[in-house]
C-alpha cells in the first residue's frame, strides 16, 4: 500500500469531464510527477485530491480515506498543496506565513492566545533552513523576489510536517539556474519523511527529479513509466506536439 | 446597480440622492425655489414663480444628474483604485451628508408639512378580485419600461456594450480607444436621474418621504440588486416587484393569521421577512471557499501588530480615568459616549479589519445585549454582574446565528446581507412588546459590593465617575485580549483568511471556524459596548440601535483605521457627542447644526486623502521622523 493512493477520481464541470478516473499512487519517499500539455487537468487532479472541487472517487492516506473532509482537516492529515500563483499571505511576514500552517489549534487557543500571546513557540526555522530562507524570515513577501516567494510557498507547505506535499508548478517563472537549485531542495525532502507530487512544464525538473512520471491528456492517463519510458512513449510525444502545433 | 458598473462602487447614497431630489421637487411646486445641494452656494434659487409638473420634474432631474456627475469627478473618481471600503465608506460619507442637508434646507421637515402630490393616473379598478388603484398600474408600467429600456441600452447600443467592456477590465477598455471616465460619468448621471425619478414616483403614492427612513430604501434596493448578480436588469426588477409584493403579501397574511404571538411586532414581519428570504437566496448560492477562478475584491490597510499593548492601555485608560475624576459633566459625558462607542469599534476592528468580513450588524448585536440587559435586570430581578454577563452571552450565541449563513458569502455582498439582518433584528426584536418596544426601557443603575456604579445622579453629582470608571477599565481590558489575540496564533490565522481563503485553507486553517470565532469576539464585543449603553442611556429605546448608527460607525472606524486598535480608539474619539465634537463645539464658534452635513463632508475628504485611515498616516508620519 502507498502512502497517498488515488482510485477512480474524475471531476467534471457540467458536461466537461476534467479529470477522467485517474489513480496516482506516491509511496514512501517517493517524488512522482505528472505532466501533460495545458489543460490537460493537472491543477483540477490537485485541487480534486486536496478537496477544493467536489469529485468522485477516492484518496487514501496512509490507509485512511480522506474522501468528503474539507481542504483543511486533509491539510492537518498531513496532505498539503502549493499554488501555482504561491498565494502567500501578503500582510504577514514570511516567518508568520509559516506559523500558520505550524501552529496547532486547541478548542482552548482562543482562551490562551487572549491571554498569552507568546507562549506557544512553534518551530518553523527548519523549514527556512531547509529551503535557505533563513535571513528572509522577517521579511513581507511583496519585499522577496519571484524565486524567493515560490520557495516560501513551499516552506509553508513543509512546515507542518506533511506525509505528502502536491506542488503545482513550483518551477514557473524560475531561471534555469534557480530552477535547479530548486531540483536540489526537491531531492531533499524525502530525507526530512515527505513524499512529492510534482507537477510542473518544466521537463528538465520533473524528469531529473522523479523516478515515476504520470502524464495526464483530456483528463485521462495516457502514459506511466520511468523518465526515460515517458520520453519514449509515441503518446506522449503526439499529446505535446498536438498542442504546439 | 448602474454606478456598481460604472465605477464598481455600491454606492449607499444612492437613495439619500433620490430622497434630496423628492424633497426639493415638492419644495419647487410649492415655492417655485430649487434648493442646491451644496454648502457654501445660496441655500435656494428661484427658479419660477409657479412651476408645472413638467417644468419642476425637470429641473430637479437636471439637478439629479449634475449631483451624480459631481459625485464621480469630486468622490468616486479620485477613489477609483483605493481600497472597495474606502469607496464605500466616502458613499456613507455622502448619504450622511445628504441626509443631514435635507433636514436643513427643508426645515418644514416631516412628510406632513409638505403637500405631496403624484402625477399618477387617479381612481382604481379590479385584478383578481383584488382593488388595484391606477397609480399602482402607472408605477409598475413605469418600473417594467425603464428596466426593459435599461436592458436594451446595455444589450444593444455601443454605450452599453463600452459600459459593460469597462465594467470587466477598465485597461482593457482603455487599450480599445474607450474612455472609461467618461462611460462612468455618463452613468453615474443616468444612476443619478433613475433614482430621483423613482423616489419622487414612490412618495407621490406611499406619501411618506422622511430623510432618514426614504434613504434607507437603498437596502432592498441593494438586495433586489444583488439577486440580479449586480449585473441583470430582468433579475433585479422582477426581484423587486417579488420583495414589494411578498411584503404587502405577508402583511394581509399577518394581520389575519392567528398563530402569531401577539409581542411579534406585526409591521416588523412584514418589513423583515422578504428580507430573510433574500438573504437566504444570496447565501444559498455562496460557497464556503472561493473557487480558483473567484475575483478577490477586498483588500485592507496593512494590519500592524500591536507593541506595547498594556502600556498604552494603562497610559490612554489612566487619563481617561484622571479626565473623568476632575472635568465637568459634560466632559465626563462626552468621555463615557466616546469609550462606549470605541468598545463597539473594536467589535469591528475584529471582524472587518482582521478577518475582513464588512459587518453592518455591530450597533444591532449591541442593542440585543442592551436590551436583554434591560429585561433581565428590570423585570426578572436578576442582579448586576449577572444580568448583562448573561446578556453578553446570548448576544455572542445571536453573533454566531447570524454569522453560520454569513461565512458563505463576502465582501460588499456580506455587508448587504448583515445589513439585512440588522434591520430584521431592528424590526421583529427591538420593537417587539415584549422587550420594550417603542415606548422605551428604563434600566435599573448597577452596583457592585455595594458601591453604587449607576451613571446618572441628581443635580451636580450628575454622570458618576464611578460608571465612567468602570466602562475605561473594561474598554482597556477589552483592547489588551484583542492585541494579544492579534499576536497568537489566532490572529495570524484570522489576517491569513483575510488575505486568501483558498491559500489559508491550504494550510490546515479551518476558515469557518476562524470566521465563527471572530464573529463571536465581535458579537462579545459588540455586547459590551451594547450593555454599557444599556446603564449609560436614561432611558433605552431602538432608535439608538439603527442601522445607520452602524454605518456611521465602520466608516469611522475605518477612517480612524479599520485594521488596528488605534483605529478603534479615533472612531470612539470621533463619534458623535464624543470628545472630539465636545472639543469642537467647545472651542469654534461655528452653528452646531451643520455638524453631520460637515463630518460627512470630512468622511468623503479623509477617505480621499487618506485611503487607509488616520491610523496608517500616523503611522507613516512616524517612520519618516524616525528615519
Request: overall charge positive; proline content about 5%; glycine content about 10%.
Amino acid at each position: 500500500m502507498s502512502r497517498l493512493e488515488v482510485r477512480g477520481l474524475s471531476v467534471s464541470y457540467g458536461g466537461l469531464v476534467a479529470v477522467d478516473a485517474v489513480d496516482l499512487d506516491v509511496g514512501d519517499g517517493a517524488i512522482v510527477g505528472l505532466i501533460g500539455p495545458n489543460g490537460a487537468g493537472k491543477t483540477t487532479c490537485i485541487d480534486a485530491v486536496c478537496g477544493f472541487v467536489g469529485a468522485s472517487g477516492h484518496v487514501r492516506l496512509d490507509g485512511r480515506a480522506l474522501d468528503g473532509l474539507p481542504p483543511h482537516a486533509r491539510a492537518r492529515a498531513g496532505l498539503v498543496r502549493t499554488f501555482q500563483s504561491v498565494e502567500l499571505f501578503d500582510d504577514l511576514t514570511v516567518r508568520e506565513n509559516l506559523l500558520v500552517a505550524a501552529a496547532p489549534t486547541r478548542w482552548w487557543s482562543l482562551l490562551a492566545d487572549a491571554l498569552a500571546p507568546r507562549r506557544t513557540r512553534v518551530d518553523v526555522d527548519w523549514a527556512l533552513d531547509a529551503l535557505g530562507l533563513r535571513d528572509a524570515g522577517d521579511a513581507r513577501p511583496r519585499e522577496l523576489p519571484a524565486g524567493a516567494r515560490r520557495l516560501v510557498g513551499l516552506a509553508r507547505a513543509i512546515v507542518s510536517r506533511p506525509r505528502v506535499v502536491l506542488l503545482d508548478e513550483p518551477a514557473a517563472g524560475l531561471d534555469p539556474s534557480e530552477s535547479t537549485a530548486l531540483g536540489e531542495r526537491l531531492r531533499a525532502l524525502p530525507a526530512l519523511g515527505i513524499s512529492v507530487l510534482l507537477v510542473d512544464h518544466d521537463m528538465h525538473l520533473v524528469l531529473g527529479v522523479c523516478e515515476e512520471v504520470t502524464v495526464l491528456d483530456f483528463g485521462q492517463v495516457i502514459a506511466r513509466g520511468t523518465p526515460a519510458e515517458v520520453r519514449a512513449d509515441p503518446a506522449v510525444a503526439r499529446a505535446y506536439l498536438g498542442t504546439t502545433r | 446597480m448602474l454606478t456598481y458598473r460604472a465605477s464598481g462602487v455600491v454606492n449607499f447614497a444612492h437613495a439619500a440622492l433620490g430622497m434630496f431630489c423628492a424633497y426639493a421637487y415638492y419644495e419647487l411646486r410649492a415655492t417655485g425655489e430649487l434648493a442646491l445641494p451644496l454648502l457654501g452656494l445660496p441655500a435656494r434659487v428661484p427658479v419660477v414663480e409657479r412651476p408645472t409638473v413638467f417644468t419642476a420634474l425637470v429641473a430637479v432631474l437636471v439637478m439629479a444628474a449634475v449631483m451624480g456627475l459631481l459625485q464621480h469627478v469630486l468622490v468616486f473618481r479620485p477613489l477609483r483604485s483605493a481600497p472597495p471600503l474606502a469607496r464605500v465608506v466616502a458613499s456613507l460619507g455622502i448619504f450622511l451628508y445628504l441626509q443631514d442637508l435635507a433636514r436643513l434646507r427643508f426645515r418644514k421637515a416631516g412628510a406632513a408639512s409638505f403637500e405631496i402630490t403624484s402625477f399618477l393616473p387617479r381612481g382604481s379598478r379590479e385584478l383578481f378580485g383584488v382593488v388595484v388603484p391606477n397609480n399602482r398600474f402607472a408605477l409598475a408600467a413605469i418600473a417594467i419600461t425603464i428596466a426593459v429600456a435599461a436592458g436594451a441600452l446595455y444589450q444593444w447600443t455601443r454605450f452599453g456594450l463600452a459600459t459593460r467592456a469597462a465594467a470587466e477590465s477598465e485597461k482593457g477598455a482603455l487599450l480599445l480607444g474607450l474612455a472609461p471616465d467618461r462611460l462612468a460619468a455618463a452613468n453615474w448621471a443616468l444612476a443619478s436621474v433613475l433614482s430621483a425619478l423613482s423616489v419622487i414616483l414612490i412618495t407621490g403614492i406611499t406619501k411618506q418621504l422622511d430623510p432618514i427612513a426614504t434613504s434607507l430604501l437603498v437596502i432592498p434596493a441593494l438586495a433586489a440588486a444583488l439577486l440580479g448578480g449586480l449585473s441583470s436588469f430582468t433579475l433585479a426588477t422582477v426581484a423587486g416587484f417579488a420583495i414589494g409584493m411578498a411584503q404587502s403579501g405577508v402583511l394581509t397574511y399577518v394581520t389575519r393569521a392567528d398563530w402569531i404571538p401577539g409581542w411579534l411586532p406585526r409591521g416588523g414581519v412584514e418589513r423583515s421577512l422578504p428580507f430573510l428570504v433574500i438573504i437566504a437566496a444570496i447565501v444559498w448560492r455562496g460557497r464556503t471557499i472561493p473557487a480558483r477562478d473567484a475575483l478577490v475584491e477586498q483588500r485592507l490597510p496593512e494590519s500592524p501588530s500591536p507593541r506595547h499593548p498594556l502600556v498604552a492601555a494603562t497610559v490612554l485608560g489612566g487619563a481617561a480615568v484622571a479626565g473623568l475624576w476632575t472635568l465637568s459633566s459634560q466632559w465626563r459625558l462626552a468621555i463615557v459616549v466616546s469609550v462606549i462607542a470605541a468598545t463597539i469599534a473594536l467589535s469591528s476592528v475584529v471582524l472587518t479589519g482582521y478577518v475582513g468580513q464588512i459587518s453592518l450588524a455591530q450597533y444591532a448585536f449591541a442593542g440585543v445585549a442592551a436590551f436583554t440587559t434591560a429585561k433581565l435586570a428590570a423585570d426578572a430581578d436578576i442582579p448586576f454582574p449577572w444580568s448583562p454577563l448573561l446578556a453578553i452571552a446570548v448576544t455572542v450565541a445571536v453573533g454566531v446565528a447570524v454569522g453560520v449563513p454569513a461565512v458563505r458569502v463576502r465582501g460588499m455582498t456580506l455587508a448587504i446581507a448583515t445589513a439585512g439582518a440588522a434591520v430584521a433584528i431592528q424590526e421583529l426584536f427591538f420593537n417587539s412588546s415584549a422587550v420594550g418596544g417603542i415606548a422605551g426601557l428604563e434600566v435599573p443603575p448597577p452596583a457592585l459590593f455595594g458601591v453604587d456604579l449607576g451613571f446618572a445622579a441628581v443635580g451636580a453629582d450628575n454622570f458618576r465617575p464611578a460608571f465612567g470608571t468602570l466602562a475605561v477599565v473594561l474598554l482597556a481590558l477589552a483592547c489588551v485580549a484583542v492585541a494579544n489575540l492579534r499576536r497568537s496564533p489566532t490572529g495570524l490565522r484570522w489576517l491569513a483568511v483575510r488575505a486568501n481563503e483558498r491559500a489559508a485553507a491550504a494550510a490546515g486553517v479551518n476558515v469557518t471556524a476562524a470566521k465563527l470565532t471572530a464573529f463571536a469576539i465581535s458579537s462579545g464585543l459588540a455586547a459590551l459596548g451594547g450593555v454599557l449603553l444599556a446603564y449609560q442611556l436614561p432611558t433605552l429605546s431602538p432608535d439608538a440601535f439603527l442601522v445607520v448608527g452602524a454605518l456611521a460607525l465602520l466608516a469611522l472606524t475605518y477612517l480612524g483605521g479599520i485594521a488596528s486598535i488605534t483605529g478603534a480608539i479615533v472612531a470612539g474619539l470621533l463619534a458623535a457627542g464624543g470628545v472630539v465634537t465636545k472639543l469642537g463645539g467647545g472651542t469654534s464658534g461655528s452653528s452646531p447644526e451643520y455638524q453631520f452635513a460637515v463630518s460627512g463632508l470630512a468622511l468623503v475628504v479623509v477617505a480621499i486623502v487618506w485611503p487607509d485611515g488616520v491610523a496608517g498616516a500616523l503611522r507613516r508620519l512616524a517612520a519618516r521622523i524616525r528615519r
